[in-house]
């Protein structure tokens, strides 16, 4: 697989990963769109893996959404720029036997990971604008595979169906499923709730006995006398019972851990 990473691509195999004319190739050559290193001494293109790739998801974008090549030119700079290199990003989640997306607007924003994790981020408001607003969504897999059959030595990365049914075992088991167990969820993260009981009556209720901590400033007994300072530490917290019936309506909240 190293050969991939070192490996210099010509025009004929960018004509045929991309389906791109040689004719077509010099059109986006002459407006300056096309990333390219000439050997010494010859004419010929050649391409870097970070620099095939992106051609090939230019092409693919023109071929699925009719993008004119111009209006690819931040794109294409992004990808390009130094420290840059999603060809490795995305064969190294594609190795894990990951489903990889690019998610752009070609013009601000872009996004390349694990289709789960793109998800995540639409889940999570990525597309909050008010303004008409666009995206480009691309599978980036058929795009590396091409590529891979292009070496010396073809090889072609398959999706991992293993994979994803660990993740979604991994999904479920941190996603509230009910009211119920989201109002648990609420009642352990208090501070002033010291223990909760769980009673499941039937499948459609639980009663939750609640044991709460009253606040205490340590200036007021019970029998309203103020403290001395020595006297603070050694009074009891006041606490209280209290029951509570919750109805389990089904949800779908994953639940967020905070560090």
């Not at 990473?5 to 010509?10: A, D, G």
């Not at 195999?13 to 000439?38: E, F, H």
Request: hydrophobic fraction near 40%.
């Amino acid at each position: 697989m190293r050969e991939s990473e070192n490996q210099k691509f010509t025009a004929a195999d960018v004509r045929k990963a991309g389906g791109i004319s040689y004719r077509q190739l010099n059109g986006w050559d002459s407006k300056g769109a096309l990333p390219r290193q000439r050997a010494r001494n010859s004419g010929w293109r050649k391409f870097d893996p970070k620099q095939f790739f992106v051609i090939l998801v230019c092409a693919e974008i023109r071929k699925q959404f009719g993008v004119p090549i111009e209006k690819l030119a931040w794109l294409q700079r992004f990808m390009l720029q130094d420290g840059a290199n999603h060809f490795s990003a995305a064969l190294e989640m594609m190795k894990r036997g990951l489903a990889v997306l690019i998610l752009t607007d070609l013009s601000r924003q872009f996004d390349m990971d694990a289709d789960f994790a793109i998800g995540d981020l639409i889940n999570m408001g990525y597309c909050r604008y008010d303004e008409p607003q666009s995206y480009v969504l691309i599978l980036v897999n058929p795009i590396i595979n091409k590529m891979l059959l292009a070496l010396k030595d073809p090889v072609r990365l398959e999706i991992n169906e293993t994979i994803y049914d660990a993740l979604i075992d991994v999904k479920a088991s941190v996603t509230v499923r009910d009211t119920a167990e989201l109002e648990v969820l609420k009642l352990m993260r208090q501070s002033n709730v010291s223990k909760i009981n769980i009673t499941q009556t039937d499948d459609k209720e639980v009663v939750l006995e609640i044991d709460e901590n009253a606040e205490r400033d340590g200036t007021i007994r019970n029998d309203q006398i103020p403290l001395l300072d020595h006297e603070k530490d050694d009074v009891a917290p006041i606490s209280r019972r209290v029951v509570k019936k919750v109805t389990r309506k089904a949800i779908g909240l994953t639940a967020v851990r905070v560090n």
